[in-house]
């Protein structure tokens, strides 16, 4: 893809597990790229397809979500709810014609900064790979 | 142009300025009937007197834009493109308003509206159906594919009308033509006052309808029936195909003596139908579904107490309103639905979506709800 493209990544991240694991990343100090916009949910399964549609729609490069692992959810079954959502908005995308690749799940806990940063680098080395959304017609900042 | 100026615009467009505040809208309006606080009268009135915080209130956006005021106004008052037009100037000012399953269907239509997108749209496609790229008659299948994405937990799947649909075109012996990268007609986003999408959307539709060399689209959507036949011809001037809903080509097929129902497919039991405020006021199609029905044999019609050009909307329209207020409108409409029918028939996508969702929230109420087209396709023994 061109060179010198950076993905814009639009992250929701719930409040117990990923954010806190995002904090982390930050106060050790790991180094992560800094393609990524946080978007603090209470719960990963607050995400509706809207939220990750939108962020398309809006010109988002990739879309991340990211909350607690299988059994961990704060409120029990949130994460679970996610996946639904997530299975239901890859199925919109397919239709659309957008690559599932741009959109990821991810199971992060609040101990897990390192992990947060890695998931983060590997989804820009992808994202870069895949080049820009299609959709560029209103590009928000 | 000053904002009111603007609404002056809108007034005189929509002739409200003829409005002798008879208030017999609202003595109509399905909404008003479940909810005092709304009211057509009232918001006319506001705008008329120049209280243009009516634009930022949720009134403007409830109001079904059904249609049910604008036959009963003795002003002639266009009540439906009144408040559709007073939408696109909340939108201008930046307010906020929401709309139902938090907006997805308005996102997809957004995304739609982009020309760099490649859709993969017709997997509901088998086998066993025959569709062209080219040809006299097109198939216009409009969100059915995403509907079923979205509203897979209420039992409901639209794309069978459009399987339905291209079989009884088979059945004629009529390949029609699929648009693999059709877009959204862009009703909703209409409706919503978002007029920039919808031409986005409708251009890029015309360009593609072009293409195919149709002379007739045949949708069994009623609101891209409206959208396709009215709005496209008022923005973009008379197009050179023929609109019809599937309805209509149904009861011409059956006239001609071209369809003729199963016998072995028998229905045997009460339906009736609920017409859709699209199909039925805005454009007038009233008989056309009931002749279908009156030659599916078995089919023993029972009407609603409000039916044609009376009949109450499904309770809520382009996604925007869905609430309290709606879900009393379709627990009303249920309850006397299965008083004196076994199966509830709609010419709708769209009120079928409602009305199964609506079924879920009531308890003991367990009523089919069927699309008038795969009601037809059953009744030529395909298997729906």
């Known amino acids: 893809m061109t060179s010198g493209f950076e993905p814009r990544i639009v992250a929701f991240c719930c409040n117990w597990c990923a954010y806190a694991g995002a904090d982390l990343a930050g106060v050790s100090r790991f180094q992560y790229p800094s393609n990524i916009r946080i978007i603090r949910v209470m719960c990963s399964g607050r995400v509706e397809p809207s939220f990750i549609l939108n962020a398309f729609d809006l ?60 998931v983060m680098r590997e989804f820009v080395e992808e994202l870069k790979k895949r080049g820009p959304n299609p959709l560029k017609r209103k590009v928000v900042s | 142009m000053s904002n009111r100026s603007s609404i002056d615009g809108i007034i005189e467009r929509s002739r409200a300025y003829n409005c002798v505040q008879c208030a017999k809208c609202s003595s109509v309006c399905p909404l ?18 120049g209280f243009d915080e009516i634009l930022y209130e949720k009134g403007l956006w409830t109001c079904l834009t059904c249609g049910a005021c604008d036959d009963k106004c003795p002003s002639d008052v266009d009540y439906r493109g009144f408040i559709r037009e007073l939408r696109g100037k909340s939108r201008q000012r930046e307010e906020v308003w929401k709309c139902a399953h938090g907006g997805v269907l308005q996102s997809l239509m957004r995304m739609m509206s982009d020309s760099a997108l490649k859709q993969d749209r017709v997997g509901w496609i088998t086998g066993d159906m ?7 008659i097109l198939f216009f299948v409009g969100c059915l594919p995403y509907f079923d994405i979205i509203f897979e937990d209420f039992g409901v799947k639209s794309t069978d009308i459009a399987g339905s649909a291209v079989k009884i075109f088979n059945h004629l012996g009529v390949t029609p033509v699929v648009m693999q990268d059709e877009r959204c007609c862009g009703h909703d986003l209409l409706w919503s006052g978002d007029t920039e999408n919808f031409m986005r959307l409708a251009k890029n539709n015309l360009k593609q309808i072009k293409k195919t060399g149709a002379v007739k ?68 199609v009233y008989e056309q579904p009931r002749d279908v029905l009156g030659s599916i044999p078995g089919a023993c019609l029972g009407e609603l107490e409000l039916n044609r050009d009376r009949a109450v909307c499904c309770g809520s329209s382009c996604w925007i309103n869905c609430g309290q207020s709606s879900k009393e409108i379709q627990k009303r409409k249920l309850e ?6 076994d199966l509830l028939v709609t010419a709708c996508p769209k009120c079928q979506i409602h009305l199964k969702c609506a079924m879920g929230d009531l308890e003991g109420m367990d009523m089919d709800v069927v699309d008038l087209t795969v009601l037809a396709a059953r009744a030529l023994g395909y298997l729906v």
């Open chain 2, 217 to 284: 689209v045949v949708t069994s959507c009623p609101e891209c029936y409206r959208t396709l036949k009215l709005d496209y011809a008022e923005y973009f001037g008379e197009q050179d195909f023929e609109v019809l809903h599937f309805s209509e080509y149904l009861s011409d097929s059956i006239n001609r003596g071209e369809l003729v129902f199963n016998e072995a497919c028998r229905l045997n039991g009460r339906v009736t139908y609920q017409d859709p405020c699209r199909l039925g006021r805005h454009l007038g």
């Open chain 2, 336 to 341: 006397e639905a299965k008083s004196i029918a």
């Open chain 2, 130 to 136: 025959k569709v062209a790229d080219k040809g006299e």
């Open chain 2, 32 to 49: 008003s009937g479940v909810d005092e606080s709304f009211s057509p009268r009232l918001i006319a009135e506001k705008i008329l007197l």
């Open chain 1, 59 to 118: 010109g988002a490069d990739g879309v991340l979500v990211a909350g607690c692992h299988k059994g961990d959810c704060h409120y029990l079954t949130g994460n679970d709810k996610a996946e639904g959502k997530i299975e239901q908005t890859r199925k919109l995308m397919d239709i659309l014609g957008l690559e599932q690749e741009r959109l990821r799940l991810e199971w992060i806990s609040a101990s897990e900064g390192l992990r947060f940063s890695e």
